[in-house]
């Protein structure tokens, strides 16, 4: 009885399992392709307008996608962090500023490790409609800020310690300095 009712069982939670793994992701796909699509028209539509607040909420949903993207897609919204970037630094917002800093390199390097030959050939071709934007340099001085902050913030990177220049003429004018040291330290007479 039991062995029957264990052989049941295992049948019930095997054919639910086959049910739900078994469902077709091709839905789901779709649906994040033209959420991603309908949000491009909408960071585009917000940098053009001038409104970063809005171009910094479609640029961090679209980001989710990142995997997803073409490399135009990359481009806009890499160019998207540039513009909030320099918008937080304007007004001097560090916090925010900081937060797009990470953002962007993320986007920056998940894109190139998915697809770098296509990737860079968008990078190209935004640089040569507009010279200020050479995403791996932008990228590497991002890198360089986010590394000193982070030092900062732990430690690593504090103001170094005047160094004394002149330790030799302090050491030679005292003739106690050679009975300090210990005898197997002390020069040969």
Not at 50 to 61: E, F, I, T
Not at 102 to 117: C, F, H, M, T
Not at 134 to 157: H, T, V
Request: proline share 3%.
């Amino acid at each position: 009885m039991n062995k029957n009712i264990a052989i049941i069982l295992f049948a019930a939670v095997t054919a639910f399992l086959c049910v739900g793994c078994g469902r077709s992701k091709s839905e789901h796909v779709v649906v994040d392709t033209e959420t991603v699509e309908v949000q491009q028209s909408q960071l585009e539509e917000a940098l053009t307008s001038g409104n970063l607040k809005q171009a910094s909420v479609m640029a961090d949903s679209m980001s989710l996608f990142v995997d997803d993207f073409t490399p135009e897609q990359t481009v806009q919204v890499l160019t998207a962090f540039v513009s909030i970037h320099n918008d937080a630094s304007k007004k001097r917002e560090t916090r925010r500023d900081l937060e797009t800093l990470r953002k962007y390199v993320d986007v920056y390097d998940i894109a190139l490790s998915v697809n770098p030959k296509d990737t860079r050939a968008a990078f190209k071709k935004a640089m040569s409609r507009n010279p200020e934007l050479d995403f791996d340099s932008i990228a590497k001085a991002f890198r360089e800020k986010l590394n000193q902050y982070d030092s900062m913030q732990d430690g690593s990177l504090s103001a170094a310690k005047p160094v004394e220049t002149d330790t030799v003429a302090k050491r030679d004018s005292g003739a106690s300095t050679v009975k300090d040291l210990p005898m197997e330290l002390r020069p040969a007479e």
